[in-house]
């Protein structure tokens, strides 16, 4: 489980723009990387739309946010072109990420046992180290919470 105050894993991964996508990329700004399991999803599509509707907000506290699914980076561009998203969006189809992010493993659904996306999110700080974490997140309302987070984060 990564920990907080600890270096945040590494990624490498394509974003909805075919480009190689680091973490290194985005030093200097908070980054808020989320996992969530399948685009154009009901809750999927709330968190997104939510996180899109707080860019502004975000962008003026430095940071920015990335999405990671399991999903390819066409689908990643045909949902960000259909809701009008503001957020990056990598593609991990191997799952590599969201394994070193303890975002993947065993879930339950009326009593069946499977492997998906754990909704989880990450705040991480300027200089690379995680900040706060959320796992099993609910999709609604979750964004302004962690807005919420990042400005308290800021403050101390």
């Known amino acids: 489980m990564p920990i907080i105050g600890n270096a945040a894993p590494t990624l490498s991964l394509l974003s909805h723009e075919g480009k190689q996508t680091t973490l290194e990329d985005y030093q200097g700004k908070w980054v808020i990387l989320y996992f969530y399991p399948k685009d154009d999803t009901p809750g999927c599509t709330v968190e997104a739309c939510d996180f899109s509707s707080l860019h502004e907000q975000l ?87 962690v807005r919420s987070k990042l400005e308290e984060l800021q403050t101390i």
């Open 59 to 145: 962008s003026s506290c430095n940071a920015v946010v990335i999405g990671v699914s399991p999903d390819s980076v066409e689908s990643h561009q045909a949902f960000i072109e259909k809701h009008k998203l503001k957020v990056t969006l990598l593609s991990d189809p191997e799952k590599n990420t969201l394994k070193a992010y303890k975002a993947w493993g065993v879930k339950k659904n009326y009593g069946k046992e499977y492997e998906g996306v754990i909704r989880s999110t990450f705040i991480i700080s300027p200089d690379g180290m995680l900040a706060h974490v959320w796992h099993n997140v609910r999709a609604k309302g979750h964004a302004d919470r």
